[in-house]
Every structure is written in structure tokens, then in C-alpha cells.
């Protein structure tokens, strides 16, 4: 029955022209819900011109690159997007409105500040973690003003919430990232490929992602095994160093793909014998380590805070010091010369893996959607009969 469909509006401050951590997160999300039969929503800026062919997205206004900590966002930062916003908002009657990043550019802004029906929650997911500048400008009563319209915060890591709350104390679940397991399981390699050893980086190629340290630490790989490829999958412009270590090493065998679609990168995880994720901060998270974990591929990642809280050293991968080609160097040949290292790491990877398939994933923040609708005062009994209508659908 119609009366029975969750409304939900998904909101993201990020370029949907391009890839990126929080994108695919809400992208995700939307397809899980659909297939829950949620009536589900994006909205947000896009760089490209004319209209989403898909009526569940909406594009509002376009984006423009901003600098933040060694990368770049594409955000829109038109306050005249604003009024587009509310009416949305106030059009599509949503029972839930779900702001990604809420703080990151003016999309998600107004839709913080929109006015909604009593019979309305609102959400808000914090993915950021000391990749910013933007809580370090903005004056805290102005964020704890914003923050007051908010009925219910998720934190998709621990690093995440202890970030967010420096700024904005208060409660928070804790809902992680999402993977669709099945999809990078499944993906069938490239075969052209397959007469080497293959180490795989993809990111974007920017200074905070590590690529430098990697190359160093393949180029002294190669002396010892001679049948080993360096995979860059990634869009990003090249940095002096890089540019210049590629230019000082023709001999080396290294291929650089640029940005791939979601087909080619799910073939690529599955063309990789080990996969690698140098980055040197700045990772709430790192979803590229799950897609590693789906695909069966050995992940050797930087000890930092947003991959430490995914790999459990030694179990389900490995950790180096960041910014050490040497420490990297060690970790990647441990798993080249010891099979049995990688098979254990690719078993348990495997099996931990599967927690955060996004089916889990979206139902964890359905049930908390029950909660802080329950919570909420003037909310009527319909809102979780959608809920429960939506969890039974899959």
C-alpha cells in the first residue's frame, strides 16, 4: 500500500559528478532502500549540465573545487540554492530528511535550516575526520544552533565521532560505511593481467592519499620480484615527487588507469593480488578497504586512526607505519613470500566482511530511524508501521 512507503531525502554537500567516499555512501544507500521499498531521494550539486535522467535524484546547482587539508572538495557554495532546497523539501513531504556532512557546503546547510512537519525526523551522518577547515572557521555557536535542528547523529567510525564531537558534543551512533559484497566477490578478473603479480592503489591521487610512498616501496619490490605490477587505478593529478619518480624509473612496470568506472573497479580489486592504501590521515573510514575484503584481496593499509578502526593487525590485514616506505615495504613482502599469511588474512577478511554488506548496513539506520522517531514528541504511530513495512520488504 502507498500509505505504507518510508519517504526518505538523502542529502549530500559533494559533486555528484564525481566519486567520493560520502557520495557512494549515499548512492548506496539509495539503492538499498529502494530495494526496500523505501521511496528514497538524492539531492544534491552537480557539475555537469542539464538534469538527472533518474527522477530520484535531484541535481541543485553546481559545484566549485574548495581546498581543504591536502585534497579538494567540489561543493556548492550558492546561497541561491537555498530556496531550491526548501522546496523540496517541502514538496516531497519527507518522513525523513538525511544530511550527510551538514556543515560541508551550502546544499546540506539549508537543508538543516529547512523548516520540516512536526511528523519529520532529521538525520544527520558525519564522515569527516581532520579533513576540514571548515569547523575550525565557523563559530561553534553558529554550528550548535545548526545542530540543535537535528533529531537524531550517526558517526560512520569511531574517529569520526571523536572528531565531530570536539565541535558539537552530543550523542552519536556509531553506523559504518557500507559495502555491497556480492558485487566485488562475483567481479570477474582481467585476464590480460594475469601473467604477474599484481599490487593495486586506488584513491584519488592527491598528497594525503601516500602514492609516494608506495612507488618507493614497489621499486625496491621489484629488485626481488621480478613478476610484480603496480596497479594506480584513480583519478588526480600527479605531484612533483610522483611525477618525477616515474620519469627517473621507466623500467618499472606500473599502470595508470586514471578514474575508472564502478565495472572496471570492481574487475581491478579482483585482478589484485594484494591491494595497498598508503594514506598518510586525514581517513574517517577507508571503504576502499571493505571493497578489498569483498573482492578476496590481502589488504596491507597505514596505521592511521580511520583504517586502524577497520583492520585488526594481523587478522583480517596488515598495518604499516604511515609515511615509511621501509615499514610498507616489509608488510607487502611478508605477504608476497608467505602464502600462508595471505590465505589467513583473506579468510578472516572475508568473513568480517560480510557486516557491513549494505543490506546490515541500511538496516542498522532504518532501526535507528525507529528509535529517534519513537523519541521524538507529536510523532505519530504510522512512521515505524513504514519502518517495519520497509525491513519486511527484504
Known sequence: MVHNNLKVGLFTPYDLASHGG?????????????????????????????????????????????????????????????????????????????????????????????????????????????GSNLYNIVFSKLLSKYASELDGRIAVSKPALDYI??????????????????????AVPIQDLSDKINLL?????????????????????????????????????????????????????????????????????????????????????????????AAGVPVIASNIPGYASVIIHKQNGLLFEPGNSNSLYDSLNNVISNNEIKNKLTKNANEFVKDFDWFKVSRQILNFYSIVASEKNNLNDSFNEKILHSLSKR
Open 165 to 186: 564531537s570536539h565541535y558539537i558534543p552530543g550523542s552519536y551512533k556509531i553506523i559504518p560505511n557500507g559495502v555491497n559484497v556480492h558485487k566485488f566477490r562475483d
Open 201 to 293: 592503489y586506488l584513491g584519488r591521487i592527491e598528497k594525503r592519499k601516500g602514492l609516494i610512498h608506495l612507488l618507493q616501496a614497489y621499486k625496491k619490490l621489484s629488485i626481488i620480484h621480478g613478476n610484480l605490477r603496480l596497479i594506480v587505478v584513480g583519478g588526480g593529478n600527479l605531484g612533483k615527487n610522483e611525477s618525477r619518480f616515474l620519469e627517473d624509473n621507466p623500467q618499472l612496470d606500473i599502470l595508470m588507469t586514471g578514474e575508472v568506472s564502478d565495472y572496471y573497479k570492481e574487475k581491478y580489486y579482483k585482478t589484485a593480488d594484494m591491494f595497498c592504501s598508503p594514506s598518510i590521515g586525514q581517513e574517517s573510514f577507508g571503504i576502499v578497504l571493505l571493497e578489498a575484503m
Open 22 to 130: 560520502v557520495n557512494d555512501h549515499v548512492l548506496n544507500l539509495h539503492k538499498s532502500f529502494q530495494l526496500a521499498g523505501i521511496k528514497s531521494h538524492v539531492i544534491g550539486p552537480h557539475s555537469g549540465t542539464g538534469h538527472s535522467k533518474d527522477k530520484s535524484i535531484s541535481y541543485v546547482g553546481s559545484a566549485v573545487p574548495v581546498p581543504t587539508k591536502g585534497s579538494v572538495a567540489r561543493v556548492s557554495l550558492s546561497l541561491w540554492q537555498n530556496p531550491r532546497v526548501k522546496q523540496i523539501i517541502k514538496e516531497n513531504q519527507f518522513d525523513v530528511v538525511h544530511i550527510h556532512e551538514p556543515f560541508s557546503g551550502v546544499i546540506t546547510l539549508s537543508a538543516l535550516g529547512s523548516q520540516v512537519s512536526d511528523k519529520t525526523i532529521k538525520i544527520a551522518t558525519f564522515h569527516t575526520f581532520e
